[in-house]
């Protein structure tokens, strides 16, 4: 029979708990003993633990509920800009910029020169114009936002024509149809599936109509009989009609990818110059930035979406403005891009350099998960909706042993490793593994 007498009172394992105590504070360290002490009263085990046992027990379960659930992982799943991860990697000018923001009090509102008060999208109005070639610029908190807030402002109570090839569903069932309605505009769908004619936009339009919007499919293709109305007839469409067009690009990239031998995505400059009077985009996807929506275009448009009530809903904070605009000065120096912007950085990486890594690795992993390890040829995608029938030559891992036990081992890790589980075997493309050593001490520890 267990006997309970001999259990330590509260008092006398608080006597013991300087370090806990100091860590995470005497009043949450007597509840968790209490609670540790009500198991063991419940549970009678046999025999009953002594005092350093117990806390030991607390300890650890202290520390398990101390550590924040937004834990940093080594992205080996072979998407590079994975959704699910946090999209893109932050350069390091963007990181010193936003610590600064965070330690000290920022002239985030206020006119330093005139010393009245200012606005916050002047630290990245004249960026994105120089980067863009657009007459203004607005920023909003992601690019859904921009969407909704060009929409509200524009086509409120009236109707937004839109191609039926267009009609894109985003992550988490997010529908463009869905914030239209949001938007309080009505959508006007145009054409079929796979060809749309201008004579459809033409003939849709009526004086109900309060705009036409282009959409880039980022995340789809609709290949073979297929016919669309590009960007530059289209905006012709709407201005002979005395419209705005609006062109929502989605990812988004200000620079010509094919300069580090990727697919070309069309850039924000080139929707600006084919005559779009407003182009949205993302700043956490192909920009390589904090999440972000961007809103560049004709002036007066401008204008007016800073005047809608929603966009103080959906502004930025200063900490994310600051990394923003030290990630858009890093393209005034497109030759050294890559180097500093880990997006461009890791799509870039050549996959003999990733190929050599994992020669070098498969051995250590295999000795030390005691499974077989083999190099593979991967297939690495960009993520994020880019490029989604595109993929860029790789290399990887595959662990063969149990791969979905494995895969929840790697997971349970101090810096959990994430891989894909594909054909019997877990995974790891290592495109975007920083160095040997960011494995090797995941493992190990």
Not at 171 to 186: L, S, T, V, W
Not at 329 to 350: F, I, K, M, N
Not at 358 to 387: K, Y
Request: overall charge neutral; some cysteine; hydrophobic content about 45%.
């Amino acid at each position: 029979m267990t006997d309970l007498r001999s259990l330590p009172s509260v008092d006398r394992l608080l006597a013991d708990c300087g370090p806990l105590i100091q860590s995470h504070g005497r009043l949450a360290v007597t509840e968790a003993l209490r609670a540790e002490l009500a198991a063991i009263r419940e549970n009678r085990p046999d025999p009953v633990p002594n005092a350093p046992e117990i806390l030991v027990r607390v300890g650890s379960g202290m520390a398990a509920r101390a550590q924040s659930r937004l834990r940093p992982v080594l992205n080996l799943t072979g998407t590079v800009l994975h959704t699910n991860l946090g999209r893109a990697l932050l350069a390091e000018a963007a990181v010193d910029a936003a610590i600064a923001a965070m330690r000290a009090p920022a002239a985030l509102e206020y006119d330093l020169e005139s010393g009245g008060r200012g606005e916050r999208d002047s630290h990245l109005r004249g960026l994105l114009c120089e980067l863009t070639g657009a007459e203004d610029a607005t920023v909003v908190n992601n690019n859904a936002s921009a969407v909704l807030i060009v929409l509200n402002t524009l086509a409120r109570g009236r109707e937004a024509v839109v191609s039926r090839g267009e009609l894109i569903e985003i992550g988490g069932a997010f529908r463009m149809p869905a914030i239209m309605e949001q938007a309080g505009c009505k959508l006007r769908e145009v054409g079929t599936t796979n060809r749309t004619h201008a004579k459809d936009y033409r003939e849709a339009i009526t004086p109900e109509t309060g705009l036409l919007m282009k959409v880039h499919t980022s995340n789809y293709r609709i290949e073979g009989f297929t016919k669309e109305v590009l960007a530059p007839e289209l905006a012709g469409i709407a201005h002979d009609a005395g419209l705005p067009l609006v062109n929502d690009l989605g990812s988004g990239t200000l620079v010509d990818l094919r300069r580090w031998g990727l697919s070309p995505e069309p850039t924000v400059a080139e929707a600006v110059a084919e005559g779009a009077d407003v182009v949205t985009f993302s700043g956490d996807k192909l920009l390589g930035g904090p999440q972000a929506g961007f809103i560049v275009g004709k002036r007066e448009i401008i204008a007016a979406i800073n005047k809608n009530p929603l966009k103080r809903a959906l502004r930025m904070d200063k900490i994310r403005i600051a990394a923003t605009e030290a990630t858009l000065r890093l393209y005034r120096d497109p030759d050294r891009l890559a180097e500093r912007l880990p997006t461009l950085r890791l799509l870039s990486r050549p996959a003999a350099e990733i190929r050599a890594q994992a020669e070098r690795l498969a051995p250590r992993l295999a000795a030390a998960l005691n499974c077989r390890a083999e190099v593979v040829d991967c297939a690495s995608q960009i993520g994020s909706g880019a490029l989604p029938t595109e993929t860029i030559p790789s290399a990887g891992i595959a662990l063969s042993l149990a791969p979905e036990a494995l895969a929840e081992r790697l997971r349970g890790l101090a810096t959990p490793i994430i891989g894909r589980i594909h054909d019997g075997a877990l995974i790891l493309d290592l495109r975007c593994l920083p160095d040997d050593a960011a494995l090797l001490d995941a493992i190990a520890g």
